[in-house]
């Protein structure tokens, strides 16, 4: 009998939105009820083999995309596998976006498991609602109560550095959100990327210096009221954390499954091919890196250096069977002189100093 692999994450990816975010460069389709019929049919054969090659999952995690612009049909056809294949004390988030939530759905996301969700709100504010293309009008507060009868672990994703968006704008998000009394924020900078409708309309990233102002107030005001940053854009209190994403920036295993899901397994990372049309064929196409020495370190600070609390130097020891304060030495010391690095408990970690320019402390490891 073949041996069942130990994978402690899963991530599922649905490609599908009602629109498309003019700052998104994920994989993403328009919703189509004949292509999400196509698609489905091909990731519930992969689904499907899971069971027989992997042991069950501590965290399963369904992004997009937008899984919740599914119907009910669909989305049980998924959960039902899916609820097969988790482990004991296990964290099941589903990401959604709020105009898709129904007692309907969050019935359904209750019955197989879901206890952990993620939603879209991305900014109360009308005017950058309309910019992103999500002029609707819903009251959030009713909306995170009916989701609190069905599902605790509650997460909001919100974005800032929009242009014209004012330090006051930025202080109302965060207030309305404070009002909801959830335990997760996941907040994010805007950036441009290439292949996004904002970097073809000429659309500009905020500048650096009001990027810094903003970024100092959300930690300052997210602390105040009992949040930790435990990642560069992640808070929480409570100790609710992202048990799926703690697993990445630890730089842990995960199995992917999707057109244009990343994955990382013995020793290789992978993307599964963005061709829609190859993937309803049968055909994955996977794009495979295999990692050399020196890309598992550059791996390893990428990931937990994004992290409050940084790394375990006796793990990273471990690893690599290497002594990190010996072999990096000169940059240790340079860092700690700046105060952009602390070396405290066994631990290795930015400051608060030091994390705001992580790109130029990671490039001195890499």
């Not at 048990?243 to 290789?268: E, M, P, R, T």
């Not at 130097?313 to 952009?340: A, P, T, V, W």
Request: proline letters at 1%; charged letters at 30%; glycine letters at 4%.
């Amino acid at each position: 009998m073949k041996r069942k692999k130990k994978i402690n994450s899963l991530y599922i990816h649905i490609p599908f939105c009602s629109n498309i975010c003019p700052y998104c460069d994920f994989i993403k389709l328009i919703k189509n009820d004949l292509f999400i019929e196509k698609y489905l049919t091909e990731l519930k054969k992969d689904l499907l083999k899971i069971k027989d090659g992997y042991k069950k999952f501590k965290s399963i995690y369904i992004g997009g995309g937008t899984p919740s612009i599914l119907n009910c049909k669909d989305l049980e056809d998924i959960l039902k596998i899916l609820s097969k294949v988790k482990a004991f004390n296990y964290e099941f988030t589903i990401e959604c976006n709020p105009e898709d939530i129904t007692i309907q759905k969050l019935e359904l996301f209750k019955k197989y498991g879901i206890n952990r969700i993620s939603i879209g709100i991305q900014s109360f504010n009308e005017k950058i609602l309309k910019v992103i293309k999500r002029d609707y009008h819903i009251n959030y507060f009713d909306l995170i109560n009916l989701v609190k009868k069905y599902i605790k672990n509650i997460n909001v994703d919100l974005i800032y550095g929009f242009k014209n968006q004012s330090l006051d704008d930025l202080k109302k998000d965060l207030e309305n959100f404070d009002k909801l009394n959830i335990n997760h924020l996941s907040i994010y900078s805007l950036i441009i990327n290439k292949n996004s409708i904002f970097y073809n309309q000429g659309y500009r990233e905020q500048d650096e210096d009001d990027s810094r102002l903003f970024y100092d107030y959300i930690v300052e005001f997210l602390r105040k009221r009992g949040f930790k940053r435990y990642e560069v854009s992640n808070f929480a209190k409570n100790m609710k954390y992202s048990k799926h994403n703690l697993n990445y920036w630890k730089n842990n295993q995960y199995l992917a499954i999707g057109i244009g899901a990343s994955g990382y397994i013995d020793n290789v990372r992978y993307q599964i091919s963005a061709s829609f049309n190859k993937y309803i064929n049968g055909e994955r196409n996977v794009e495979k890196e295999i990692l050399t020495d020196d890309l598992k370190k550059e791996y390893f600070f990428i990931t937990n250096l994004r992290l409050e609390d940084g790394f375990k130097i006796k793990r990273f020891n471990k690893i690599f069977k290497s002594n990190f304060l010996i072999d990096y030495k000169d940059i240790i010391r340079d860092l700690l002189k700046e105060g952009l690095v602390e070396i405290k408990k066994g631990r290795f970690f930015c400051t608060d100093k030091g994390i705001v320019i992580l790109d130029r402390i990671l490039i001195k490891f890499i």
